[in-house]
């Protein structure tokens, strides 16, 4: 008997079985039971009964329906549009990748999160550092990438004049946040 009680299917057919008998005797003393008895020949009388259904129904009908099933799934509003399937990209010689987030009650449109840099070369997660030096580096020790804009960090596009410098992390953010954008409005993220 011991055995019969370390086993766990067993034990729960036993656990069953006694649950079932004071469940049935709690029934029975607290006078439930007729009205569980009387909801079960209910359920059994609707699922039993007879329906007459015209034959020219059930032989146009059923092709209709299956017909349309595929036309009533893409008018469902819980599709996803397209665009949503992009969720990654090379950007700035950087690998990103992004979270969609649906529209809500307080958001009309889908909305990016979580935009990621990953190295192209070991797939590490990249670390962007205003303080470190080197802005843009990957955490991977073994990994000897080295962000391919790094000497265009601090250039000058006019003498004096930083407009193109990436030389702040919210710039790269920026940047790719707007690349990301332009891409879904020009339609170039489905070529890619």
Known sequence: MEKVWKDPVWSSVIAGIILAVILGIGQLFFGLWG???IGARWFWSTITADV???LWLLITGVPILILFIPAITRLSPGKEPNFTKYTRDHI???DWSWKWIPPNKFR???KFDELT???PSCKSVLNID???GRLVYCINDSCKWQWPLASQRYA?????HRSDAIDHSSKIDERVR???DRKLHTGEWANG
């Open 35 to 37: 009205y569980v008895a």
């Open 52 to 54: 007459p259904i015209p």
């Open 92 to 94: 700035l010689g950087i």
């Open 108 to 110: 009309a449109d889908y």
């Open 117 to 119: 840099p990953r190295c």
């Open 130 to 132: 205003d303080y470190d």
């Open 156 to 160: 000058y596009h006019h003498v004096g």
């Open 178 to 180: 707007k690349e990301i």
